[in-house]
């Protein structure tokens, strides 16, 4: 049904066009000199629309009741009809080819995801020059107002997080950026010069914050890893290398003998299984390993072929004589929360049996049952697998690294990038320094004494 709301000195009615859920989103204002004329005008557009199932557009409701011709100047073009013209011009010819000229394949089915969720259904509808900063701040509202995750625990939901919304807003802004100047002579998204930094009403993101695991932790969780990952684990904590990374790693892509074993990373597991490029140019890159790594990828190594994986899923047939890779979502779910929620039970107080059943053997342990007890040497928290990297990546400064071997070795496109996430571990040092310095000056002052 079409809604009426008060907005300071004017009224606004919205509504769906035909009335469903994903219909386009209509909205028309109405001003007067006195604001009950505005509201009787209100009303009689919510009763237009109503009285035709919702099958009117904005343009025909202002037409109706102020006379008013709302049609688009020749050459308009809504934005939903830009949308698919943006789209067309960003598919990448061949995705597979090195060069980042063009977005890769699933970078652009993440921004056409955004698109399809949270901005075509409230401004799709709308032509390009319609689209200013007050439409964006009204988008804004509705976003935050918008309730995600509905589940039969949960069935009010969970707001939109602050990310997710300046994700949604940062795609706007680059598919309407695209649209200057050939349809607008501005991008409404975009910043003015001289003004504040948020005029629409973005929330704050929270700083991302890593686990980092301290020795113990790692070793806890290696050894509860069962033997399908307990070499995965092993490689990405002392590497650093991403999960999509180590996962599609060929025996041809590590050199084991010599005195600098290393490996290289040429590709990256993508959403959907695909395999493609890595993450950006400065992705591509050769990471030496140590003596100890060396020997797990050398064991891995042996009795295969140049192009097979070092890193198979287990148990899938190959295909065309190609090893399979792993799905990420059937990894950490049936192998690495096993292995964490057993790295989180105390042998001496395990948690609570599962109740047995009336017939057939008791079910195993879920992986959110764990002990609760305060024995040293058991993991209390629950991190990822990539925290495996972040892990390595806090090591390495606190053993004295820079920031721009760390980067060059983590495959940040930015040192910025390195310092947001590892400038923690710098932080360690200055005790010792501190230390240091007041040592050299009471060395002088015995000396001047």
């Not at 390595?392 to 090591?395: G, T, V």
């Given at each position: 049904?079409a809604?009426?709301e ?5 009224y606004?009615v919205?509504w769906?066009?035909?009335g ?6 209509q ?8 604001l009950?004329?505005a509201?009787?005008?209100a009303?009689?557009a919510k009763?237009l629309t ?13 037409k109706a009741i102020?006379?008013?011709d709302a ?7 809504t934005?939903?009809?830009?949308t698919?013209l943006?789209q067309?011009s ?5 995705p ?11 970078t ?5 995801q955004?698109l399809?969720t949270r901005?075509?259904?409230y401004?799709?509808h ?6 200013d900063?007050?439409v964006?701040i009204?988008w ?12 039969k625990a949960?069935?009010?939901?969970h707001?939109?997080?602050?990310q997710?919304?300046?994700t ?13 100047p ?5 991008n ?5 010069a001289?003004?504040?930094k948020?005029r629409v009403?973005?929330?704050k993101v929270?700083?991302f914050?890593?686990?980092f695991?301290?020795?113990?932790e790692?070793?806890r ?8 990952i307990?070499?995965l684990?092993?490689?990405l ?6 999960l999509?990374e180590?996962?599609v ?7 084991i003998?010599g ?9 990256a597991l993508?959403?959907?299984?695909r395999?493609?490029?890595p993450?950006?140019?400065k992705?591509f890159r050769v990471?030496?390993?140590s003596?100890e790594?060396?020997k797990?990828l050398t ?8 192009r097979?994986?070092?890193f198979p899923c287990p ?6 004589g190609a090893?399979?890779?792993w ?13 964490v929620a ?5 042998d001496?107080h395990p948690?609570?049996?599962?109740p047995?059943?009336r017939r057939?053997?008791?079910r195993?342990?879920?992986s959110?049952e764990?002990?609760t ?17 972040h892990t390595?990546?806090?090591?390495l400064?606190k053993?004295?690294?820079?920031l ?9 496109a930015?040192?910025l990038t ?14 010792a320094?501190l230390?240091?310095l007041?040592a050299s ?9």
């Open positions: 049904m809604t009426i008060k907005r300071g000195s004017s606004r919205t769906r066009l035909g469903t859920r994903d219909g386009a989103r909205s028309a204002s109405f001003t007067a000199p006195k009950e004329a509201h009787v005008l009303k009689r009763k109503e009285g035709h199932g919702h099958r009117i557009t904005r343009a025909e409701v202002l102020l006379g008013e049609s688009p100047p020749d050459g308009a073009i934005f939903a009809d830009w698919k943006w067309a960003r598919e990448p010819v061949n597979d080819a090195p060069g980042y000229d063009d977005i890769q394949p699933d652009l089915a993440g921004y056409i955004v399809t901005i075509l259904p401004l799709g709308k032509y390009l020059h319609e689209i900063e007050d964006i009204d804004v509202k509705t976003l935050k107002a918008t309730r995600v995750r509905r589940t949960n069935p009010g939901g707001p939109i997080s602050a997710s919304l300046r949604a807003h940062g795609v706007l802004h680059l598919v309407l950026g695209s649209a200057v050939r349809f607008i002579p501005r409404p998204a975009a910043r003015p001289g003004v504040r948020n009403g973005l929330p929270t700083p914050e890593g686990m695991l301290t020795p113990n790692v070793d969780i290696h050894a509860s890893c069962d033997p399908h307990q070499d684990w092993f490689v904590v002392n590497t650093g290398i991403r999509g180590a996962l790693l060929r025996i041809q892509d590590v050199t003998e005195d600098e074993p290393e490996l290289r990373v040429r590709r993508k959403k959907g299984g395999i493609g490029l993450k950006s140019a992705s990471v030496p390993v003596t790594v060396a797990v064991a891995r190594c042996k009795g295969k072929r140049p097979d994986l070092i148990g899938k047939k190959k295909l065309k090893e399979r890779t799905a990420e979502n059937n990894l950490n779910r049936r192998h690495w929360a096993v292995a057993e790295a989180m039970r105390c001496e948690p609570p049996p599962p047995k059943p057939g053997p008791a195993k342990l879920r959110d764990v002990s007890c305060g024995c040293p040497g058991v993991l209390r928290r629950r991190p990822r697998m990539h925290d495996g990297r390595h990546a806090s090591d400064i053993a004295g690294w820079q721009h071997e760390v980067q060059d070795r983590l495959g940040h930015s040192p390195t310092l947001t996430i590892y400038g923690h571990a710098l932080k360690g040092k200055h005790r320094r230390d240091s007041a000056r009471a060395a002088v002052d015995d000396e001047e004494g």
